[in-house]
């Protein structure tokens, strides 16, 4: 305990329970300063017994009976003797000798005013001084007889002060009392434990006496309530009890600062001692209270001092609070966002104060975020969380390249290389190449797929691309085969513009992207001599590629380098034979011998869409293939049809397709001899009489048949031929019925047409004489004919008709047939 009495500097503030050894984990609300400079000097003679707060000033009155008037660093600015009313900016002062010792003081909250010259006065009765019109001042009595009055608090036109016997409130306009509050706990000694007293706002006082905390409203009476009392009157709103002795009041928004008095037991001697005072804030509710925020002060002096002997004052409007013992005065000041960060980092919660430090840059002091955030990856780093402090690098560190490069020199010290190396910066800033190369040898040496990872990702200009790529040669000294490596060095020489050994490698390893690197860097002039490995490779998609850039490796060059692969060689001319049967005539000849080999399916469909291939070539590897249905067709297109049906019935014995060849061909020729050899065979007699009904007369079939052969189906087959001719009749009288109702449909129509007048103006002309048609002196009389067709004639014009042939015809359209111009209209005037 007389460690903490001598102690100048350090916390003032310490956790209230003692049992709990370890920090308290929530943020205190204050933080304390001791008032040094002249406060110290005053302090070492005397002992502070009061204080008062205006403006910048502070008022320190002692035992002694003297008053110091101080800066808020506590310098001294002006000393006095006697009670004095002194103007902090002007010359006006107020001397005054009392014949009784004044126990308190308070001035008009706006006495600058002329009209507001008043304070009171506080010992055996309370004195109101004013001055009159003449300048004088004159005194009058409040109050007396209840003893001392040691707390008295103007507020606006409320006056308040405490007595042994409770608090009143006087209202200084209608100069009435307006209230009594007695005290509650009269065992406690008033001048021992005496009233502290606080004014919220103009009209809620705050009242803690003892252990009791009471808070008062003033309140305007409704004038019928009025009588013969006070405008005004008081109601008590909130009353609670709290653990220690009240010292002092002051608000805080809407809560509240306590200064408590604290007594505690000794557990070795069982006998009271002082402790340290209490500084708590606490949440007013109606019958109770709670607690915010609670702290120990260790001022000096503390054991010895009493509840009397505490003080609590306020600045309005700063958040300022002056606690006053005997020999110290503390500040007590609302935390600002530097200590909330300062709190923070003391807990090592760092990733809460970088947040708030961003959220409150514009206001914090003290701090850099900068400095938070690096104070956060180390704090990471201790902790063995290398990944976390890695990712945090990239929010923290940002642009500033040099800052980066420091922190990958320290995780290169601790081994992790490996974990800061997702998060380095590939843009803006760029690193020096060296700090983007040893990272990638770090990966080399022990892990080929995240180097290999690494080179897909990062740009190829960070690094020396020649030192990465002899590194990843001298490993695959060691391991020649390895894939990863094979590839990544694939890359590498990508990104170099080495494109022929990249080329060489991704078709060694048979890499997909191996056609994409063609592509991208136009490398069909390095390709030619490789055109059966990439055949090899995905023939499907190297042919589209080869197909693609004809202009650039012609259709020659491509046939030549697969001569020896046969079946690849195949598989380009095919592709190309579907994309134009045209373009590779010249290879169609050889087609023939590699559809014969490799793909006789496609054989007949290139046979039929190629009109480039020797028929005689391909007839002969089809015979010597044995190839019917080839051969079949090379014959039928070669015009030896019946040949063409001999094999289809002797090679193949399907008379379905030689009923369906003799269809195509349409010969009757061929239909005799498809009859005739079909004769004695019962099988093709059916398939005859089920499928020829619409083409050959099957009477012609059934009159060659021999008496007493079996033909299977034959009461079948019959059937369904007159079933055949029914519907051929059918057919035939639907179309009939079709064509006469159309034909009708159409003379109806050409009826009504030619029933319609023509019109004939001056424009029309004599198609005999070319003359105008129409006379030009419409009196005279004339004569016309107008045929259907739309030619007009002078009647003179056009022949006599003979006494054989009466009726006329247009000389134009028909002379010797009727026609459209075969009916006339005649016009005479």
């Known amino acids: 305990m007389a460690e903490a009495e001598e102690q100048e500097t350090g916390s003032l503030e310490e956790s209230t329970d003692e049992s709990?050894?370890?920090?308290?984990?929530?943020?205190?609300?204050?933080?304390?300063?001791?008032?040094?400079?002249?406060?110290?000097?005053?302090?070492?003679?005397?002992?502070?017994?009061?204080?008062?707060?205006?403006?910048?000033?502070?008022?320190?009155?002692?035992?002694?009976?003297?008053?110091?008037?101080?800066?808020?660093?506590?310098?001294?600015?002006?000393?006095?003797?006697?009670?004095q009313v002194f103007g902090l900016y002007s010359g006006e002062e107020f001397h005054e000798t009392f014949d009784c010792p004044i126990k308190i003081i308070a001035v008009h909250p706006h006495f600058v005013r002329s009209s507001c010259k008043q304070f009171v006065t506080g010992g055996k009765k309370l004195l109101l001084f004013e001055r009159s019109w003449m300048s004088r001042w004159k005194s009058s009595i409040l109050h007396e007889g209840e003893g001392n009055i040691r707390s008295v608090k103007w507020r606006g036109h409320l006056i308040a002060w405490a007595n042994n016997m409770g608090v009143k409130i006087f209202d200084i306009t209608s100069k009435q009392r307006i209230t009594n509050v007695p005290r509650d706990d009269i065992s406690l000694r008033p001048d021992m434990y005496p009233c502290s007293l606080c004014w919220k706002d103009n009209v809620t006082l705050i009242i803690g006496w003892g252990t009791s905390v009471k808070i008062c409203s003033v309140k305007e009476r409704h004038a019928n309530e009025m009588r013969d009392l006070p405008s005004r009157y008081v109601e008590i709103v909130s009353q609670f009890e709290t653990e220690f002795y009240i010292s002092g009041l002051a608000p805080l928004c809407?809560?509240?600062?306590?200064?408590?008095?604290?007594?505690?037991?000794?557990?070795?001697?069982?006998?009271?001692?002082?402790?340290?005072?209490?500084?708590?804030?606490?949440?007013?509710?109606?019958?109770t209270c709670e607690e915010i925020s609670s702290d120990a002060l260790t001022v000096r002096g503390f054991q010895e001092n009493e509840c009397r002997d505490y003080h609590l004052e306020?600045?309005?409007?700063?958040?300022?609070?002056?606690?006053?013992?005997?020999?110290?005065?503390?500040?007590?000041?609302?935390?600002?966002?530097?200590?909330?960060?300062?709190?923070?980092?003391?807990?090592?919660?760092?990733?809460?104060?970088?947040?708030?430090?961003?959220?409150?840059?514009?206001?914090?002091?003290r701090h850099k975020i900068l400095d938070i955030g690096l104070a956060y990856i180390n704090h990471l780093v201790a902790r063995g969380e290398?990944?976390?402090?890695?990712?945090?690098?990239?929010?923290?560190?940002?642009?500033?390249?040099?800052?980066?490069?420091?922190?990958?020199?320290?995780?290169?010290?601790?081994?992790?290389?490996?974990?800061?190396?997702?998060?380095l910066p590939r843009g803006d800033p760029v690193l020096k190449p060296l700090i983007y190369e040893m990272i990638l040898h770090e990966f080399l040496e022990s892990d080929y797929e995240g180097f290999a990872t690494l080179i897909r990702e990062w740009p190829g200009d960070l690094y020396n691309n020649s030192v990465i790529v002899q590194a990843v040669r001298d490993h695959l000294k060691k391991d020649s085969q390895n894939r990863t490596l094979l590839k990544t060095l694939a890359e590498l020489y990508t990104y170099d513009k080495n494109y022929g050994n990249a080329l060489e490698i991704y078709l060694t390893l048979r890499h997909k992207d191996v056609f994409q690197l063609i592509h991208k860097h136009n490398l069909f002039s390095s390709i030619k001599d490789k055109i059966v490995l990439l055949m090899d490779f995905d023939s499907e998609k190297a042919v589209d590629m080869l197909l693609d850039n004809e202009d650039k490796i012609s259709i020659k060059k491509v046939v030549e380098e697969l001569e020896d692969?046969?079946?690849l060689q195949h598989v380009y001319l095919h592709k190309l034979f579907k994309r134009d049967h045209h373009k590779g005539q010249r290879y169609h000849e050889k087609q023939i011998s590699l559809y014969a080999e490799f793909d006789r399916p496609n054989l007949l469909p290139f046979l039929r869409d190629s009109i480039h291939c020797p028929l005689e070539k391909a007839l002969e590897i089809c015979q010597q293939r044995n190839f019917v249905e080839e051969t079949v067709y090379l014959l039928s297109r070669m015009g030896n049809s019946r040949s063409a049906l001999k094999m289809i019935m002797e090679e193949l014995h399907d008379v379905d397709k030689a009923i369906e060849f003799a269809k195509e061909q349409d010969d009757?020729?061929?239909?005799?001899?498809?009859?005739?050899?079909?004769?004695?065979?019962?099988?093709?007699?059916?398939?005859?009489?089920?499928?020829?009904?619409?083409?050959?007369?099957?009477?012609?079939?059934?009159?060659?048949?021999?008496?007493?052969?079996?033909?299977?189906?034959?009461?079948?087959?019959?059937?369904?031929?007159?079933?055949?001719?029914?519907?051929?009749?059918?057919?035939?009288?639907?179309?009939?019925?079709?064509?006469?109702?159309d034909s009708l449909s159409l003379l109806k129509k050409m009826h009504r047409t030619q029933m319609k007048g023509i019109l004939v103006d001056e424009e029309n002309i004599c198609e005999s004489c070319l003359s105008p048609i129409l006379p030009s002196d419409a009196a005279k009389p004339f004569s016309m004919v107008v045929f259907h067709c739309r030619h007009m004639f002078h009647k003179e014009c056009l022949p006599v008709p003979s006494m054989t042939s009466p009726a006329q015809f247009c000389n134009i359209c028909s002379a010797k047939h009727r026609g459209p111009g075969s009916a006339i209209l005649e016009m005479k005037k």
């Open 565 to 567: 692969r046969p079946e």
């Open 20 to 83: 709990e050894e370890e920090e308290s984990e929530e943020e205190p609300k204050l933080k304390y300063e001791r008032l040094s400079n002249g406060v110290t000097e005053i302090l070492q003679k005397d002992a502070a017994s009061c204080m008062t707060v205006h403006d910048k000033f502070l008022a320190l009155g002692t035992h002694y009976g003297k008053v110091y008037l101080l800066d808020v660093q506590g310098n001294i600015t002006q000393k006095f003797d006697v009670v």
């Open 668 to 741: 009757a020729e061929l239909w005799e001899d498809l009859i005739l050899y079909s004769i004695d065979k019962p099988p093709f007699i059916t398939g005859l009489l089920n499928n020829i009904g619409t083409h050959v007369d099957p009477i012609l079939l059934i009159h060659r048949i021999k008496e007493g052969m079996e033909i299977p189906n034959l009461r079948d087959s019959l059937v369904k031929i007159l079933q055949d001719y029914n519907l051929q009749i059918l057919l035939r009288e639907g179309c009939k019925k079709i064509l006469v109702a």
């Open 386 to 423: 290398y990944d976390i402090a890695a990712r945090k690098c990239q929010k923290i560190l940002g642009k500033n390249a040099a800052l980066w490069e420091y922190e990958v020199y320290k995780f290169k010290e601790i081994g992790q290389l490996k974990a800061i190396s997702p998060y």
């Open 314 to 365: 306020y600045s309005e409007g700063e958040s300022l609070f002056y606690i006053v013992s005997p020999r110290d005065v503390v500040v007590a000041k609302e935390r600002d966002q530097d200590d909330h960060i300062d709190w923070l980092l003391e807990k090592k919660k760092y990733e809460e104060a970088l947040m708030a430090a961003e959220i409150s840059q514009k206001n914090i002091k």
């Open 254 to 287: 809407d809560q509240l600062v306590v200064l408590s008095y604290v007594k505690e037991v000794s557990e070795k001697t069982e006998r009271e001692y002082c402790a340290r005072p209490r500084l708590d804030i606490i949440q007013p509710l109606s019958e």
